[in-house]
């Protein structure tokens, strides 16, 4: 059961590269993908954690609710 909860985020994660736009972006380098979430752990582990985490977490559930009223309203 764990396996396929494990499979299941990591492909829910993926899902949210690719409505990211980062395969596409990117040309789908894996290299540029990775380096760049290599920058967001650093952000991560810098002393303005709260102020990016609170910033990310904005940004992306306004594009959730974009994505979710372009779904309805097409």
Known sequence: MKRRER??????????IAK???IEL???D????FGLLLGGVAK???E???E???LW???GKRAFELAADADTSG
């Not at 499979?7 to 949210?16: F, K």
């Open 26 to 28: 990117t040309d789908d």
């Open 30 to 33: 894996r290299a540029v993908i």
């Open 52 to 54: 990016t985490v609170t």
């Open 44 to 46: 991560l582990q810098s």
């Open 57 to 59: 977490r904005r940004r």
């Open 48 to 50: 303005r954690r709260d």
């Open 7 to 16: 499979t299941r985020q990591l492909i829910e994660l993926g899902g949210l």
């Open 20 to 22: 990211a736009g980062l």
